[in-house]
């Protein structure tokens, strides 16, 4: 996309995210009536202070004469600061509603997406993308918006009111009022380039450091990490800059306003000013000038210009807006690489997988299959071999449904796979990875997303069979135990066993193991092996590996070699066979 056309994408971005996601016409009506209303006091209080002052100045009438002129002035302000506190109350609600909805609907088009379009997403950029970006609509619904509406409203009741008493005065607001939102489009122009610039550094950052913590073992081992801390402060005094320059063109942006605001004001002021001395007599009807007359546009002029003014205050938020929308919207149209599904449900058996001359590419004309066939019965180990990077991996995917097969079928239990319905047969599923992962939470929470209603007595089991009953007799707070970043490391090898409790958890009858003794010594190896024996019997197991020891679980043995599947020669590799994890 051109730099041409990328502000018009982002703008209209935010007009398709504002039409799904910004419809709260509860709060959007209660901001508008509250700024109403605050429009007509504030024309109230400037009749009100205006006659007082001119009582007091010109007529000289006592204080008692004009009691109920100051008495009227305090629920007037009451009145005022009410409806200013309910519009601001009613913009942050709208903006509340909108960004859980987007929110809530960038997680449901992940799950949509699913793993394996995530997993070549920066993990970083995407926490981002849910965390700050959706954070970044918050200026526009919950002030921007509203202000939209008062920077249109707030003008025109005014000239209303200033209309009849002197045309002069209507007219010097009407040909002044649009050089504040002139600038400010002229101003916010660059601004929108600059946040949007400011919103991919962050992302990328956020990409970045996630990167970095997880390689922190890596780094240190390597005695790195030194290094890498003043690289992620240059990249951080880097950001620190770019901030303070779209801070600066904000600032910049509302002098601006504000001074054209002030030149405004004071034509108005000259106008009355000679008027009342005589040197001008016309644009007031046939009218006679008076203070109190004067006082009262005076005092309303700032009232035209604030609207628009604040509308420029906060452009910057409108820039933060489409620059957010720009990313937000691409992932909500990116296409997902799953199969739609359907609603066929399987019987409540262990099923066959089959692979007829599937063909599948990450990007075309880069085919990862080429007519790959593959049949695993009902209960049958089936190992496949193969270099890393071969496509093993992305074949446990397309028979799990996180991939769609560009030719050829996947069929499940003698169906295809695209008339399942996909959530069912996952949930019929075991997945144990290379690379088990261990969220920061409860020893429970981590053993519970194989199994969200797993009692503790499963949970226990489940830990007794994968062999960290010594393990988790150790820890002071048992299964409410906190694992991960702030609480209790594992090693690599309990790791693989929390992995191996959360298959025994699953109580699957569709094993698709990923290289699950990638990196473990042999006796931590054999454990494993032993375990997955117990689990695989009378269940469907497609199992990757390197490793000669779980070749010993499998009833045939295939090689995966240029997208192709070849029946191995042996269930054991020689040693030139055999690849590096």
Known sequence: MSDS??????????????????????????AIAAGVLQTAVTIA???????????????????EALRSFWLLMLPCFAVRALAGWAREEAGM?????VRHSVRQSLLDTLHRLGPAWMVRQQAGSLSTLLMEQVEALDGYFARYRPQQWMATLTPLMILAVVAPLSWVAMLILLVTAPLIPVFMILVGWGARQRQTEQLQVLQRMGGHFLDLIRGLPTLQLFNAHHRMAGEVAQVADAFRQRTMSVLRLAFLSGAVLEFFGSVAIALTAVYFGLSLLGMLNFGLYGQVLDLRLALFVLLLAPEFYLPLRELGTHYHARA?????????????KAGSPQPEGGTLQLPATPPALQLEDVTFAHREGEPVLANCSLQVAPG?????????GGGKTTLLRLLLGQLRAGTGRVMIGGNPIDTLDLAPWRERVAWMGQHPRLMADTLAANLRVAHADATDADLTQALTFAGLESWFATLPEGLATR??????????????????????????????????????????EAAIVARIAELAQGKTTVLLTHRPAPLRLADRVYHLSHGALMPAASGLPTPDQESPT
């Open 93 to 97: 609600r709208m903006s509340l509603a």
């Open 45 to 63: 209080l400037a009749a009100l202070l205006a006659h007082v002052l001119h009582g007091t100045i010109i007529a000289n009438e006592s204080f």
């Open 380 to 388: 049958e180990v089936v190992a496949i071999q193969g270099p890393s």
């Open 5 to 30: 056309q990328e502000p018009d994408a982002h703008a209209s971005a935010l007009r398709e995210l504002s039409r799904i996601h910004g419809r709260h016409p509860r709060w959007s009506m209660l």
């Open 320 to 332: 933060e807006a489409l620059a957010a929308a720009g990313e937000l919207m691409p992932v909500f």
């Open 483 to 524: 694992l991960g970043e702030g609480g209790r490391p594992m090693s690599g090898g309990q790791l693989r066993r929390l992995a191996l409790a959360r298959v025994r958890l699953r109580r699957a009858d569709v094993l698709l193991l990923d290289e699950p003794t990638a990196s473990l010594d042999p006796d931590t």
